[in-house]
């Protein structure tokens, strides 16, 4: 059974910083792309950032340069360290494994979400 398990999620001020976690299990972590999606109320679901299994990352625009998303293979861990945040960061945050083999089949999971409130 494959589960990811986000955490560090929480409320904090502007400008402030949080670390999410994301710990994989019941795949080869190490073969997956890893991602980070956001969704606010009333918005659709948004992509936040990507790792590739090789490390190669990439970011929304508006995230570039305030989050850093990297993986631990070793521990089955995906994080996204968040700095500088603002009113507008606040939302479900998700996790998300994505895999497409060579013949393009597609495996792709979800975490059940962590929440960011980013208040004065």
């Known amino acids: 059974q494959v589960q990811l398990v986000e955490s560090g999620g929480g409320s904090v001020h502007p400008g402030g910083s949080l670390r999410l976690s994301c710990v994989a299990s019941?795949?080869?972590?190490?073969?997956?792309?890893m991602g980070w999606y956001r969704q606010a109320p009333g918005k659709q679901r948004e992509l936040v950032a990507t790792?590739?299994?090789?490390?190669?990352?990439d970011y929304a625009d508006s995230m570039k340069g305030r989050f850093t998303i990297s993986r631990d293979n070793a521990k089955n861990t995906v994080y996204l360290q968040m700095n500088s945040l603002k009113p507008e960061d606040t939302a479900v945050y998700y996790c998300?494994?994505?895999?497409?083999?060579?013949?393009?089949?597609?495996?792709?999971?979800w975490g059940q979400g962590t929440q960011v409130t980013v208040s004065s």
């Open positions: 998300n494994a994505d895999r497409v083999t060579v013949v393009g089949t597609r495996s792709d999971y």
């Open positions: 019941g795949i080869n972590f190490s073969i997956y792309a």
């Open positions: 790792i590739t299994s090789g490390g190669s990352t």
